[in-house]
Each structure stands twice: as structure tokens, then as C-alpha cells.
């Protein structure tokens, strides 16, 4: 014992005397060229001589190398491989930003890797702190790399996952295996993600899911901005709330006000009045309840297990908060499909809450009942997701096919009253200014009694089986009756006539997927 404190008082004075000479005795001649890490200052020094490594124990010791400094309780320095060996209340640090600590330490000088271990080991770099149980720090590149479950806190996210990598030069994350990131805007999950802490981008690949108080979004590969909350979305993507979901096949979101913009197959579906909105490319204003879509657009609305079909080039589709109604807009080469009609022309509306469909610019209508209305402008009344009633304005012509005769009836005016019973036939025309009509008059027995055709400005026909049983006249009216055997084909029609039954739009072309 006295010997070995004799010894170690020796090597202490050495030390202190004589560093170089020290320096050039105990090392290697190998080791000589080499970056080697440096003592700055230990409790307790001791000299371990083993065949092929020469080595030193140190207590409390301080260790420099490149910039760094290394600490802990108890360290083996290996002079020949330049590799430390460190427990107990290890810690390095690296200049004024990057320190960890942990209890157990290697590393290797040479290649500056440095293996922290514990139950708890921690890399705090300045405004972010990582925790996990093993941290591999390349030092000269500034990468830390964990296998074990990890848990990232700034000031204001909290990001965990099992496995990744953190570059404390460019500030970037990268998670691999059940990510996770929470703030108080939101919780984030994944599979993989890079995160930039200066930038606050976040940049995922894998089955994603962003949520917040406003919604979830359901992604794969993409980015958000964890401080704007902007994010763009670059496969299929679903934005899902409490009012609407848009999916798309790429989508870009703004956080603060949920706006969004999708392309590619895009669908909106607003849930309370079941309402959905198609198109190549949508954009939805959350604040304003407005959505704008184009390109193969079309809208279904599901109304008594019914539904209706509006295509357009372009849609829009407006919001009232007040009781969740809607009016849709579509503008330009419009078609319409319901079971009971269908029709086209060129811009419509339908509001939701009145159940009133109005169509613009040479608007003209069918239905399988077997009848054609036209005129400048068609407003349709619904009850009941029912056609109940149609107001024809300007040059209107009604139009019915007479399969007994095989003919049609005929009946024009400035304005039109169409009033249907249930199965959509046609009860009641009312004309009002400039009336004419043409229609067969059959007896008892349903045979063919002749055509008749009347002018007068007002005019009531009521209708059966397509057929009219009754007409009233308001005013004097001016008409004949022709027999079967003299009516010659011109006083078949009406001038304007023109039976358009191959133009009526099909379920499969009001949705784009017929020519």
C-alpha cells in the first residue's frame, strides 16, 4: 500500500512537471499522430499496464477533446485505441448548446462517437431537451441516433417515436415507429417524420393523422407547419369535422381558419343535409360555408332516400348556419338527374331549405311520364323530394305524349303553371298571356275524336294519364276542332315544336361517366 502511494505520488509530480515528457514515455509510438483526448483535471489518476493497452483509471475526471468536455465518476482511458470507457454521472459537452448525460459512457476519440447509456439519458440542446435510454452522438457531425423509445420536448411540442435521429447542426428530427407529436393545437401520429425545430416544418411519410379541436386529417406522405399549422398533403388525403369532409389526392390545409384546396378526384361531403360535392379541383372556405369546385364536377343530395344529381363546369355550394341548409350553384353546360325528371340548361340554383330548384339560359326538362317543358327560365317547387309544381317564364312550351295516339299535346304561353300529383304526372296547366294549344280529344270508348287547336290569353287544362280531359278558357277563345281524317301534318305542332327526348341526360352522363 505505501509502495502504490509512492508510485502514484510520482506519476502525480510527473504529471504536473513534466506533461511532455510524460506524454512521450507513456503513449505509443503509434498513438503520437493522433487526435488524443486530453485529462484536464481528475481527483484520482492510476496507470493500468496490460499487455497491448495501456491505459489509466481516472476518479472525477475531466476530459477535453476537440471543444469537448467529458465528465464522470469513474473513466478507463484506453491510449492506445484512444477510447474512454465512463460511469456514473456522465455528461458531455459539446461548446454552448449541446450537452447529454447519462451513467454510462463510450467513446472513441478517433471517430468521435460517443455511446451514452442509463435509465434515464438526456441531450438538452438549448430550447430541446431528448430522453431515452441509449444515445450514439457523432460528435464531429452532430448527429445523435436512439434505438429506444425517445421523447423530444421544445417549447412547444412534446415528440415521441421508437426510434431516431436528431442533427444538432441543421436542428432537424428525424422518428421512425409510432410518432407522435402533441402541442396544445393538436396531436399528430405516424410512422415516419422529419421535423425541423427552427423551421417548425414537419415533413411525414406513412399512415398519418393530424387532430385537433376542429378535425382530423387522414394522410400519408406530406408536411405541416407546427407554428402556422399550414400543411400540404401530397397522396390521398381526408379533412374530416363536425360539418364537411373534402378528400383529394393531393391537398393543401391552412391550420388557423381550416380552408382548404384539394386536387385530383376530389370529394366534399357536407354531412348535415347530405350533400356531396365532386370535381378534379375544390377549394372549401370553412369561415365563409362556401366551396368552389371544377372539372368533372358534379353534386349528389340525398333527400328521402332519393337522390339528385347536378353536373356543371363548375359548382359552388353555399352554407347556412343558421339551420344547416345549403344552396348549390352550378354554372355552365348543367345537367340534372332525379329519378322522377331530368333536365339541362345552362346555370342553375337549388336551395335545400325550400326545396326550389331554378334553371337558367334555354333551361328545358323531362320526365319519364312522358313530357317536355321549356322556356326561359324553369323554377321547380319540391315537397316531399316530390316534383309538386313548375313556374315557366317567358316563351314556355309544355309538351305531352299522347301514347294512345301516338301524338303529342302541346300547350305554349308566355307563362306557365305546371302542377303535378303524386308519381310526377301532370295534374294542372295553367297558362297565363298568350296561350295556345294543340291537344286530341278522345270519348268515352278512348277512341280518336280529333285535334283540337285553341288560342286564348289565359287558359286552364287539366290532365289525365297525359291526356287532357278538361279545358277552361278565360277571355274569348278562337279554336277549331279537326277531324282525325283532315288534320294535315303541319297542324300536328305548334310553332316552335320540337320533341328533344334524346337529349334528356342519363344518371351515367350527369356524373361524367358517359360521353
Not at 117 to 135: A, C, E, F, N, Q
Not at 138 to 150: H, W
Request: aromatic residues 10%; hydrophobic residues 35%; charged residues 25%.
Amino acid at each position: 500500500m505505501i509502495e502504490r502511494n509512492i508510485f502514484q505520488l510520482t506519476f502525480f509530480a510527473l504529471l504536473i512537471f513534466s506533461p511532455y515528457l510524460f506524454a512521450q514515455k507513456a503513449l505509443p509510438q503509434s498513438s503520437q499522430s493522433e487526435d488524443l483526448v486530453e485529462i484536464l483535471k481528475s481527483d484520482e489518476l492510476e496507470i493500468i499496464n496490460q499487455p497491448g493497452d495501456d491505459s489509466r483509471r481516472v476518479t472525477n475526471g475531466v476530459f477535453k477533446h476537440k471543444g469537448a468536455l467529458l465528465y464522470s465518476n469513474l473513466a478507463i482511458q484506453h491510449l492506445s485505441s484512444n477510447m474512454i470507457e465512463a460511469f456514473g454521472n456522465v455528461k458531455i459537452v459539446q461548446g454552448d448548446t449541446v450537452t447529454v448525460t447519462g451513467d454510462t459512457l463510450l467513446y472513441y476519440g478517433n471517430t468521435r462517437l460517443a455511446i451514452v447509456s442509463g435509465k434515464k439519458t438526456v441531450l438538452k440542446d438549448r430550447k430541446r431537451t431528448l430522453t431515452t435510454r441509449k444515445i450514439e452522438y457523432d460528435m464531429a457531425n452532430g448527429i445523435a441516433y436512439y434505438k429506444q423509445p425517445g421523447r423530444t420536448v421544445d417549447e412547444e411540442n412534446v415528440l415521441t417515436s421508437k426510434e431516431g435521429f436528431y442533427n444538432t447542426a441543421t436542428k432537424e428530427f428525424t422518428y421512425y415507429k409510432n410518432v407522435k407529436l402533441v402541442n396544445k393545437k393538436y396531436t399528430l401520429t405516424t410512422d415516419t417524420l422529419l421535423y425541423n425545430s427552427i423551421t417548425k416544418w414537419s415533413y411525414f411519410n406513412g399512415k398519418t393523422k393530424i387532430v385537433n379541436k376542429d378535425g382530423t386529417v387522414a394522410a400519408t406522405k406530406g408536411q405541416y407547419n407546427t407554428e402556422s399549422t399550414q400543411s400540404a398533403f401530397h397522396t390521398r388525403t381526408t379533412v374530416d369535422n363536425e360539418t364537411y369532409t373534402l378528400t383529394a389526392d393531393s391537398l393543401v390545409v391552412d391550420g388557423k381558419t381550416n380552408d382548404g384546396r384539394g386536387k385530383g378526384n376530389v370529394v366534399i361531403v357536407a354531412k348535415k343535409d347530405r350533400t356531396i360535392l365532386n370535381g378534379d379541383e375544390g377549394y372549401y372556405w370553412k369561415t365563409k360555408g362556401y366551396s368552389k369546385i371544377f372539372g368533372h364536377a358534379y353534386v349528389r343530395n340525398v333527400v328521402s332516400e332519393d337522390t339528385m344529381y347536378i353536373r356543371a363546369d363548375t359548382l359552388y355550394s353555399f352554407e347556412n348556419t343558421r339551420d344547416s341548409t345549403r344552396k348549390l350553384v352550378g354554372d355552365r353546360n348543367v345537367f340534372i338527374y332525379k329519378s322522377d325528371f331530368q333536365g339541362k340548361c345552362d346555370s342553375i340554383t337549388y336551395d335545400t331549405a325550400d326545396s326550389v330548384i331554378r334553371f337558367f339560359r334555354k333551361p328545358i326538362l323531362w320526365s319519364d311520364q312522358h313530357y317536355q317543358m321549356e322556356a326561359d327560365s324553369i323554377t321547380a317547387f319540391l315537397v316531399s323530394n316530390e316534383l309538386n309544381r313548375m313556374l315557366l317564364k317567358g316563351k314556355s312550351f309544355v309538351i305531352t305524349e299522347d301514347t294512345l295516339v301516338r301524338q303529342f299535346n302541346q300547350v305554349k304561353g308566355r307563362t306557365i303553371n305546371a302542377y303535378f300529383q303524386a308519381g310526377n304526372k301532370l295534374k294542372q296547366v295553367l297558362v297565363d298571356g298568350n296561350g295556345e294549344s294543340a291537344y286530341y280529344a278522345v270519348d268515352d270508348k278512348q277512341k280518336n275524336i280529333g285535334l283540337n287547336r285553341v288560342e286564348c290569353g289565359k287558359m286552364n287544362l287539366l290532365f289525365e294519364d297525359n291526356r287532357v280531359r278538361r279545358i277552361a278558357f278565360i277571355g274569348k277563345p278562337d279554336g277549331k276542332l279537326i277531324p282525325p281524317s283532315k288534320i294535315k301534318p303541319a297542324e300536328r305542332q305548334l310553332e316552335g315544336f320540337k320533341w328533344r327526348i334524346a337529349e334528356k341526360p342519363t344518371k351515367g352522363k350527369t356524373t361524367w361517366q358517359e360521353k
